[in-house]
C-alpha cells in the first residue's frame, strides 16, 4: 500500500514516541491517505469485557476521538461509538461488510469469548430472528478477516474473565479462531498510542508488525518495566518499600515490572501524566499472559517464565549462572546472595493464620 511514511520511519515514531507526541495526532494524515486509497475497513467486536479497552481509546485526544473514528480509522462498526445498533447493525455492518470482503477487512475484539453454556453467557444480538452468541460471531466474522488485532489481555489472553473458577468458560481468541493472523495488544486496558498504532501499521502497510513470542508489537511490548523504572536505583541500592507510600522499590509489595513489557515508563499514561510505578503502585504486569492469575501484592518466589524470565525468583539465589540472561540482570543476584532479599520460605506463615 503506497504511503509517503517508510516503514523503518514508522516503526522509529511508534517505539520512540514519548509522552510529548501525540502517535495519533502524527500518524493521522498518513492514516487518512491510506483510507482514501481504499484501506481495509475496521469491525470493532466486544465480547467478555469490561469496555475499559474502547474506553481507553476514547482518551485519544489529538485528534479527537471523532476524528480518529471517522476519518484516520476506517471503523465500520463498534458496539458503544456506532449509530447503529440491533439487527440492522449486525447485519449490516458486521455480516454484510465481512461477506461482501473476505480477507479484506480487519477485525478488533475486545474481550474473551465465553464458550460455556453453548456461548449463552454472551449474547450481542439478532440475526434472521434467532440470537447470535458472541462464540459465533467471533468464528462467524473473524475466519474471514484479514487478520484479528485482540485490543486488551481479555482477547489476548484470557484476562480477568478467564481467570478460575472462570464460570462462563471464557477463553482468548487464539483458543476459539485458528489460521487466522492474530496481533495481541494486551494491557487492562491498553495504551491508546498501542491500539492506534497497530492499526495504522495494519492500514498502511496491509500486514502485521513485527510480533514477540506473545504475538505482541516489539515496536511497543520489546522493553522490561524493570530496565527504565525511575524506582530502579533504589533496587540496586536494596532499598525496598515495605508498605505503599515509602519510599523504594517496590518489589516487596509485588511489583512485577521485572517480568513485564511494555513502554508505560517513557511513553506515560493520561496524556503524560503519569504511569504505573511513577503513580505509587506496583506494576501489576498487566501485559502478560499470565496476568492476572498471581498474587497481586506479594513478591513472588515463583514467578511463571516469561520472555525475559527462565527461572523464578527463588531460583535466581541457586541457578546464578542463567542471571545475565535475565532482564533482571545482576542486581537481583546480588541482592540475594547477600541476603538483602531472601528467598521466600516454603514453611512461611502468613499472619493471622495460626
Ligand atoms: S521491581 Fe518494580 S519498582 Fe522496583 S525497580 Fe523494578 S519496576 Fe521499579
Ligand atoms: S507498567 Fe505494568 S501495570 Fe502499567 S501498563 Fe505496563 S505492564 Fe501494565
Same mark, same amino acid.
Given at each position: 500500500m503506497?504511503t509517503?511514511l517508510?516503514r523503518?520511519d514508522?516503526?522509529?515514531?511508534?517505539?520512540g514516541?514519548?509522552?510529548?507526541i501525540?502517535?495519533s495526532?502524527y500518524l493521522?494524515p498518513f492514516?487518512?491517505e491510506a483510507?482514501?486509497?481504499?484501506a481495509p475497513?475496521?469491525?470493532?467486536?466486544?465480547?467478555a469485557?469490561c469496555?475499559?479497552?474502547?474506553?481507553?481509546?476514547?482518551?485519544?485526544v489529538?485528534?479527537?476521538?471523532k476524528e480518529?473514528?471517522t476519518k484516520?480509522?476506517?471503523?465500520t462498526?463498534h458496539?458503544n461509538?456506532s449509530a447503529a445498533?440491533?439487527?440492522?447493525?449486525?447485519?449490516e455492518?458486521?455480516y454484510?461488510v465481512?461477506?461482501t &470482503?473476505?480477507?479484506n477487512?480487519?477485525?478488533v475484539?475486545?474481550?474473551a469469548?465465553p464458550t460455556?453454556?453453548?456461548g449463552?453467557?454472551?449474547m450481542?444480538g439478532?440475526?434472521d430472528g434467532?440470537h447470535v452468541?458472541?462464540e459465533k460471531l467471533?468464528?462467524?466474522?473473524?475466519?474471514?478477516?484479514?487478520?484479528i488485532?485482540?485490543?486488551?489481555?481479555?482477547?489476548a489472553?484470557?484476562?480477568?474473565p478467564a481467570t478460575?473458577?472462570?464460570p462462563t468458560?471464557?477463553k482468548?481468541v487464539?483458543?476459539?479462531i485458528?489460521?487466522?493472523?492474530?496481533? &495481541?495488544v494486551?494491557?487492562c486496558?491498553?495504551h491508546?498510542?498501542?491500539?492506534?498504532?497497530?492499526?495504522?501499521h495494519?492500514?498502511?502497510?496491509?500486514d502485521l508488525p513485527?510480533l514477540?513470542?506473545?504475538?505482541?508489537p516489539?515496536?511497543?511490548f520489546d522493553?522490561?518495566?524493570h530496565d527504565?523504572?525511575?524506582?530502579?536505583?533504589?533496587f540496586?541500592?536494596a532499598?525496598?518499600?515495605?508498605?505503599f507510600?515509602?519510599?523504594?522499590?517496590?518489589?516487596?509489595l509485588?511489583c512485577?515490572?521485572?517480568?513485564?513489557h511494555c513502554?508505560?515508563t517513557t511513553?506515560?499514561?493520561?496524556?503524560g501524566?503519569?504511569?504505573c510505578v511513577q503513580?505509587?503502585?506496583v506494576?501489576?504486569g498487566c501485559?502478560?499472559?499470565?496476568?492476572?492469575?498471581?498474587?497481586?501484592?506479594?513478591?513472588?518466589?515463583d514467578?511463571?517464565? /516469561?520472555?525475559?524470565?527462565?527461572?523464578?525468583?527463588d531460583?535466581l539465589g541457586?541457578g546464578?549462572a /542463567?542471571?545475565t540472561?535475565l532482564g533482571? /540482570?545482576?542486581?537481583?543476584?546480588g &541482592?540475594v546472595i547477600?541476603?538483602?532479599i531472601?528467598p521466600?520460605?516454603?514453611d512461611?506463615?502468613?499472619e493471622?493464620? &495460626?
Amino acid at each position: 500500500m503506497p504511503t509517503k511514511l517508510n516503514r523503518r520511519d514508522f516503526i522509529k515514531i511508534c517505539a520512540g514516541s514519548a509522552a510529548a507526541i501525540s502517535l495519533s495526532g502524527y500518524l493521522a494524515p498518513f492514516m487518512k491517505e491510506a483510507v482514501a486509497a481504499g484501506a481495509p475497513q475496521v469491525i470493532w467486536l466486544q465480547g467478555a469485557s469490561c469496555t475499559g479497552c474502547s474506553i481507553s481509546l476514547l482518551n485519544t485526544v489529538h485528534p479527537e476521538i471523532k476524528e480518529v473514528l471517522t476519518k484516520v480509522i476506517s471503523l465500520t462498526y463498534h458496539p458503544n461509538l456506532s449509530a447503529a445498533a440491533g439487527d440492522l447493525a449486525l447485519q449490516e455492518a458486521v455480516y454484510k461488510v465481512a461477506e461482501t &470482503n473476505p480477507k479484506n477487512f480487519f477485525l478488533v475484539v475486545e474481550g474473551a469469548v465465553p464458550t460455556g453454556a453453548d456461548g449463552r453467557y454472551c449474547m450481542v444480538g439478532e440475526k434472521d430472528g434467532e440470537h447470535v452468541v458472541f462464540e459465533k460471531l467471533l468464528t462467524d466474522v473473524g475466519s474471514k478477516a484479514k487478520a484479528i488485532l485482540n485490543f486488551g489481555t481479555c482477547s489476548a489472553y484470557g484476562g480477568i474473565p478467564a481467570t478460575e473458577p472462570n464460570p462462563t468458560g471464557c477463553k482468548p481468541v487464539s483458543a476459539v479462531i485458528k489460521n487466522v493472523p492474530l496481533v &495481541n495488544v494486551p494491557g487492562c486496558p491498553p495504551h491508546p498510542d498501542w491500539m492506534v498504532g497497530t492499526l495504522a501499521h495494519v492500514l498502511l502497510y496491509g500486514d502485521l508488525p513485527e510480533l514477540d513470542n506473545f504475538g505482541r508489537p516489539k515496536m511497543f511490548f520489546d522493553t522490561i518495566i524493570h530496565d527504565n523504572c525511575q524506582r530502579r536505583q533504589y533496587f540496586d541500592n536494596a532499598i525496598f518499600a515495605k508498605t505503599f507510600g515509602e519510599m523504594g522499590c517496590m518489589l516487596e509489595l509485588g511489583c512485577k515490572g521485572p517480568y513485564a513489557h511494555c513502554d508505560a515508563t517513557t511513553r506515560l499514561w493520561n496524556h503524560g501524566a503519569n504511569w504505573c510505578v511513577q503513580c505509587g503502585s506496583v506494576c501489576i504486569g498487566c501485559t502478560e499472559p499470565q496476568f492476572p492469575a498471581w498474587p497481586m501484592y506479594e513478591r513472588m518466589p515463583d514467578m511463571p517464565a /516469561g520472555p525475559a524470565t527462565s527461572v523464578t525468583m527463588d531460583a535466581l539465589g541457586i541457578g546464578l549462572a /542463567g542471571v545475565t540472561a535475565l532482564g533482571i /540482570g545482576g542486581h537481583l543476584a546480588g &541482592n540475594v546472595i547477600t541476603g538483602r532479599i531472601g528467598p521466600r520460605k516454603k514453611d512461611e506463615t502468613k499472619e493471622g493464620e &495460626n
